[in-house]
């Protein structure tokens, strides 16, 4: 992938304090990596590894919210990864942005030092959509980001599970009708997983899932409340608007590591 100057745009994000270049066409960062962010769990001092960061959306987010976090965003398409670092200047946020792909074997992952039990917490936004079920964009970009093979989430989950140390938290967001792929993915290592269904509004179903697991867990799974991007009158909910601008994270039934609950 290669972006001319005319072909990047920039956007405002969490109420304008993140500002991201990203191409103005192919896959975009939206509420989707925004959620993500809000989702993950962190203090001070802890390493955060974003997981398919592209233009280093969700992950910038985490580090705006959070001071003082040893930012890892790996990205594999070096345009993106590129743009990942020129907004992490752009916003004086402190990150390392590696060019590598999540399927790669350990010794890739530890050549960019990024060997096991190295992180607190993983975030990631695999491509989730079935190229059986759902059309695949003629955009390139667009495709990578969205479209998985069958292999996806297991192959990210595992690289996640490598990278976390014990008691590491695992933040994810997937569509809602993925949720037996997501559990089945999560059975082998994790444990205190909750779930937070992500709905346009209290009438209609969920879009989304919201997932946290912790590595090396035995509390059981919890299912949350909903997550309704809109209220009863089709006003931003209180609670999502919170999120998307930045201030708070959002709560689960589980702690992770920095003790939000």
């Known amino acids: ?20 270049y990203q191409p103005l066409s192919g896959h975009r960062a939206g509420h989707d990596a925004m959620l993500l962010a809000a989702a993950t769990p962190g203090g001070p001092g802890d390493r955060i590894v974003d997981f398919g960061a592209g233009v280093g959306a969700a992950g910038l987010a985490v580090a705006t919210r959070i001071d003082d976090i040893d930012l890892v965003l790996i990205e594999r398409d070096e345009t993106l990864a590129g743009l990942a670092r020129r907004n992490a200047l752009l916003n004086r946020l402190a990150a390392r942005v590696c060019v590598l792909d999540i399927t790669a074997e350990a010794d890739a992952f530890a050549s960019a030092g990024l060997g096991p039990d190295s992180a607190d917490g993983v975030l990631m936004n695999p491509p989730f959509n079935d190229a059986v079920r759902h059309r695949p964009s003629p955009d390139q970009g667009r495709r990578a980001a969205h479209v998985a093979d069958p292999s996806t989430l297991d192959i990210w989950t595992h690289a996640a599970r490598r990278m976390l140390k014990s008691g590491g938290a695992l933040s994810l967001i997937w569509r809602s009708d993925g949720l037996a792929e997501v559990l089945g993915a999560l059975g082998r290592g994790f444990g205190g997983i909750a779930i937070r269904p992500v709905h346009p509004d209290p009438h209609r179903p969920a879009i989304r899932i919201l997932v946290r697991a912790i590595k090396g867990s035995r509390a059981p799974l919890r299912l949350c409340p909903g997550l309704m991007l809109s209220n009863e009158m089709g006003q931003p909910d209180k609670e999502a608007q919170e999120a998307l601008a930045g201030g708070e994270a959002l709560a689960f039934a589980h702690a992770g590591k920095g003790g939000f609950q």
Do not use: H, K
């Not at 290669?2 to 500002?19: P, W």
């Open 1 to 20: 992938m290669t972006c001319a100057q005319s072909d990047i745009g920039e956007d405002a994000f969490l109420g304008g304090r993140l500002r991201l």
